[in-house]
């Protein structure tokens, strides 16, 4: 009897298919994304040198810089969006001559890792991992496909208090590797079964990653480019929450008992669903446009599970890396101490201390080493968004975990743009600088975020309007740039519900800031593992603050309402204006709250732990 | 450090296998046998019958892991290169190489430092010039000396 | 029909847009705001200017001068004008 989990229930769920891709849609889209930058520069023109209201600049100033700097975000949204330019698709490659110059060796087919990461999970969960990615399909029975969990844990039977892996690998028939310590985390984990292994392609999967049959069918074909450095599929969540009735959900918080009553509820709100996706898990706008766009200028990065990358590729970056920190190390010591003897001395030293490491060393590994890849001048590295999904994964069920990986991310990306900025680095082409600066200038999304969020409030209790006047002139250059951008999202995202990412991309600024602060006060990013198991603890930090921004909006409304209502108000117009606003953004805050307090339907969950 | 630490032993292992002359090891047997091309990342001519010491792990120790270490990197390397060990110096000789991939790179460097730590500097000779501009390309001729 | 859900949000927003334009419109032509005098958190109230003494001595030495003759209609008028600047508040030149 195998071990049952909460996803259990969810293992028939279908992926999507990817977008097709549409030239007239994508035409429409350029067209419309253009129409809406120049109505944005004539808004921002306009905004900023007729319409700041003087009396109150302390107010009008920071929200036309907010208004500003997402502008940027539109430009930079366009340009990433431009247009999808699928690899084309190859059959799967049988000999190493397929994807690599041989320069006179000795042809032979190619050799294939499979590796699975783990570290704390649950080992029934990585032996579902391992029994998928034995059922990965290949044409060529010649051509070695070796499975490899890489457990991190050490849970090698030593500890008797911890679950064993090596058991589970062994009853499963595939190979396992451990190391004694934890540098580097992931990246050391990789390095150290890169030191052990020897196959001309690998494909890295973490724990939960339950690989297709198709995996590598589908991909290992792209490689017969042999200047594709690694293929990246979309990472798909198979156990998002799902879609409930409003009235049931209203029934069951409510304690409706009544049968009347129930079927009362059941009319007006049964039609309604809600709490599909409530953590905003679904990455199809990322893998599916964001990144499959990134193809456009061969820029698309590697997010790690789900990825198969060119040995030669990462072992040439590995070694490169090498032989340049001990050439930096050396200057240094040249600065230091002129006589070259010296040196000479120290140089066994340095070159023991130097380390060869494939992956960098880094909180957001896959990214940094993607750039990395991407900025090598002498081989010009691809690489590759695969479209279709060839594995399916687990996703946080709850908001504690789910803010900690986000928070990772972001301040992962964070540490490389303060530290090594794509923007700066030589290699690069503008293409692939603009695209990584997006991912970075994202991150930034807090501080007008706040903006907008604070503003309705700043107007309710100091009725002071940031504008000089609701005139005409107002909507006639702020209306067609917000509907002209509406549509503009709509194309590039054609397909995709939106919804849930606007609403976290709103929700997201508390945390998002902290992780921008804990970058900016130089604390070291820690690779935290994603736990992938549920914790409902009540997650009353993260959504402090938008519990903090609800109640100011709902208190000042209910003030001004009052202040209208006695004939007060100076401007019944601009609480109008605010009002709807306020309304957008609640809705979009209460999504973190809803998910802080969201549980499963207790009717049909199996508890996981 | 912990790091290091294992790497040092291992490279007394390493040692061991490597340098005949050194070791009395009797778990090691040391045989004469054809190389054929053990691994791309450092590929011999297949054409010329080299003769090099290839170091195999005892039966006694588990079968199941004898492919495992032979997999090691580093490990097939020093099975596949003949070498001598002279005055500190660690000679191999890379006439029947012809190619040479980053992997088979970073196997060579896995040697050199694990030789270094022992205070044995590596040298190699009848190095073919293809093989040299790749260590320059990389940056590595200051690293590696050949001769 | 699901494949067109996605639609559903950006039309809404859309609408959602050109419907509170209109409001906010429709309601300035009922009821205009008065932009410019509105009390703020950080402005109590509009600042009426105040007439210290020495002002009041400067008006009254200006006066006895131009009765007397010392100064001329055009220099009065002059001085006038520099005075009541003087001593306004910006808000109320604006008006």
């Given at each position: 009897m195998s071990k049952q989990f909460y996803f259990d229930k969810f293992e028939d769920r279908k992926p999507y298919s990817a977008i097709t891709d549409n030239k007239y849609r994508t035409w429409m889209f350029q067209f419309f994304g253009i129409v809406t930058i120049v109505l944005g520069i004539a808004y921002l023109n306009w905004r900023w040198r007729y319409s700041l209201n003087p009396d109150a600049l302390w107010f009008a100033i920071p929200l036309v810089l907010a208004e500003t700097l997402s502008y940027v975000s539109t430009i930079l949204v366009v340009f990433n969006f431009w247009s999808y330019k699928d690899p084309k698709k190859s059959p799967p490659v049988h000999y190493l001559s397929e994807i690599e110059d041989l320069q006179g060796r000795r042809d032979r087919p190619v050799k294939i890792d499979i590796f699975i990461a783990t570290y704390n999970e649950d080992v029934e969960l990585v032996r579902q991992s391992i029994i998928d990615a034995k059922k990965i399909i290949y044409p060529f029975s010649d051509v070695q496909i070796k499975i490899y969990v890489l457990d991190d844990g050490r849970r090698d039977g030593r500890d008797p208090a911890k679950e064993n892996m090596k058991k589970v690998a062994e009853e499963e028939g595939v190979n396992y590797k451990i190391r004694e310590h934890n540098k580097g985390y992931k990246a050391g984990n990789l390095k150290n079964a890169l030191e052990h292994t020897t196959g001309d392609l690998f494909a890295i999967l973490d724990a939960d990653t339950r690989a297709f049959p198709s995996f590598l069918v589908n991909t290992t074909?792209?490689?017969?480019?042999?200047?594709?450095a690694w293929v990246q599929t979309p990472q798909w969540f198979y156990d998002t929450s799902e879609a409930e009735p409003l009235s049931s959900v209203i029934n069951r918080n409510l304690k409706i008992e009544n049968k009347n009553l129930i079927r009362l509820v059941d009319s007006v709100f049964g039609r309604i669903k809600i709490n599909e996706d409530i953590f905003g898990n679904d990455p199809r706008l990322f893998y599916d446009v964001i990144l499959r766009k990134r193809n456009f200028y061969n820029a698309a990065f590697c997010c790690g599970a789900g990825s198969i990358h060119r040995r030669d590729a990462i072992m040439n970056l590995a070694v490169k890396d090498f032989a340049d920190g001990i050439k930096r190390l050396e200057e240094d010591l040249l600065n230091k101490h002129a006589a070259s003897n010296i040196i000479e001395d120290q140089k066994k030293d340095l070159v023991l201390k130097q380390e060869i490491i494939p992956f960098k060393f880094h909180a957001s590994e896959d990214i940094y080493t993607s750039i990395m890849l991407h900025a090598d001048k002498e081989n010009r590295w691809e690489s590759i968004q695969h479209p279709d999904i060839e594995c399916k994964m687990l996703s946080t069920q709850d908001l504690d975990s789910w803010v900690k990986q986000h928070q990772r991310y972001a301040a992962g990306s964070l540490d490389i743009a303060f530290k090594d900025n794509p923007v700066f680095?030589?290699?690069?082409?503008l293409g692939q600088k603009i695209s990584y600066f997006t991912t970075i200038w994202s991150y930034f999304a807090p501080f007008w975020i706040l903006i907008f969020l604070l503003s309705p409030v700043a107007f309710f209790f100091?009725?002071?309007?940031?504008?000089?006047?609701?005139?005409?002139d107002f909507f006639k250059y702020f209306l067609p740039f917000q509907i002209m951008n509406t549509i503009t999202i709509m194309l590039g995202c054609w397909?995709?519900?939106?919804k849930r990412g606007d609403q976290y991309y709103i929700s997201s600024f508390w945390f998002m800031l902290m992780a921008l602060l804990t970058v900016l006060r130089g604390k070291e990013v820690k690779f935290n593992v994603t736990p992938k198991g549920k914790h409902f603890a009540k997650n009353t930090q993260h959504i402090l603050p938008h519990i903090i921004i609800i109640s100011l909006t709902l208190i000042g409304m209910l003030y001004n309402a009052i202040l209208l209502y006695l004939g007060k108000h100076p401007t019944a117009s601009g609480f109008a204006a605010n009002a709807f606003w306020c309304i957008f953004n609640i809705v979009a805050l209460s999504v973190m709250i809803r998910a802080a307090y969201w549980k499963p339907l207790e009717t049909d969950s199996v508890d996981g732990n | 450090m912990e790091n290091s630490l294992n790497a040092s032993q291992e490279s007394d292992k390493a040692l061991d296998r490597l340098i005949p002359e050194a070791s009395n090891d009797s778990k090691l047997i040391i045989e004469t046998k054809e190389v054929r091309?053990?691994?791309?990342?450092i590929n011999l001519e297949t054409n010329s019958p080299t003769i090099s010491p290839t170091v195999q792990k005892d039966e006694s120790s588990t079968n199941a892991e004898t492919e495992e270490i032979f997999q090691l990197r580093g490990e097939d390397v020093k099975n596949t290169l003949s070498g001598v060990y002279f005055q500190g110096v660690q000679y191999f000789d890379?006439?029947?190489?012809?190619f040479i991939n980053n992997t088979g790179i970073a196997n060579l460097i896995d040697l050199l430092k694990s030789l270094l730590e022992q205070g044995v500097v590596i040298k190699f000779v009848n190095v073919k010039d293809k093989i040299k501009t790749k260590f320059k390309s990389l940056g590595l001729d200051s690293i590696f000396h050949f001769s | 029909m699901k494949n067109y859900t996605f639609l559903i949000k950006p039309f809404f927003f859309i609408f959602s847009l050109i419907f509170s334009t209109w409001l906010v419109l429709a309601i300035e032509k009922i009821r205009p705001s008065d932009f410019g005098q509105i009390k703020t958190l950080f402005e109590k109230e509009i600042k009426q200017p105040k007439i210290s003494k020495t002002d009041k001595q400067y008006l009254k030495d200006l006066f006895s001068q131009y009765k007397l003759g010392s100064i001329d209609s055009a220099t009065f008028d002059k001085r006038l004008e520099s005075f009541v600047i003087s001593i306004q508040s910006p808000l109320i030149i604006k008006k």
């Open positions: 074909g792209y490689f017969r480019r042999d200047k594709v680095k030589n290699g690069l082409t100091s009725l002071a309007l940031p504008v000089q006047a609701y005139s005409f397909g995709i519900s939106t | 091309s053990l691994d791309d990342s890379l006439k029947n190489v012809n | -």
